[in-house]
């Protein structure tokens, strides 16, 4: 299995750390990763969160399987337009394939979901993240390194964030 350990990978962290500390309720993944994967399973375990994890590549879904519990369960998907947008979610996160979804996913759970941490959000030219920002009432964009993280909300105000 191929995965990235660069520290790009992980500037994530930080973001998902104070949503999930400042937030209720269930916590989904939209994609694994060596780093969210467990910071998130391991923060939702400590606070007795349920957690849900979708994952397309079978690599990710993989490693991924290593964290299912009784709290936290992880689903191999086809089709992104599976993925449970009946439940109101805490937090989701959002760092998945293929590039061209992200946009439309994150749109997708505007009215469902406290906060929406998205990954990679300095990369306009790859996910036009600006398409979905008019959606979202309240923004913040961690630009303390590269590559950035927004957290878009429409039910929490984020001036805390700063």
């Known amino acids: 299995m191929k ?17 999930v500390l400042i937030s209720d309720g269930p916590v989904l993944e939209i994609g694994a990763g060596i780093f969210s994967t467990p910071l998130l399973h391991w ?5 007795k969160r349920k957690m849900v994890t979708y994952e397309n590549n079978i690599d990710y879904y993989n490693y991924a399987r290593a964290f299912v519990s009784r709290g936290h369960s992880v689903k191999l998907i086809d089709d992104w337009n599976k993925v449970d947008l009946k439940t109101h979610w805490g937090v989701v996160f959002m760092d998945h394939n293929p590039d061209e979804r992200r946009v ?7 009215d469902n979901a406290d906060y929406i941490v998205i990954h990679d959000t300095d990369r306009e030219d790859k996910y036009h993240m600006e398409k979905a920002w008019p959606y979202f009432k309240y923004r913040y964009t961690w630009k303390e390194c590269r590559p950035w993280t927004t957290v878009v909300s429409n039910f929490k105000d984020l001036s805390n964030f700063e």
């Open 104 to 110: 439309d996913d994150v749109i997708s759970f505007k």
């Open 3 to 19: 995965i990235g350990l660069a520290k790009e990978k992980s500037t994530h962290n930080p973001m998902l750390i104070k949503t």
């Open 43 to 47: 923060l939702c375990k400590l606070l």
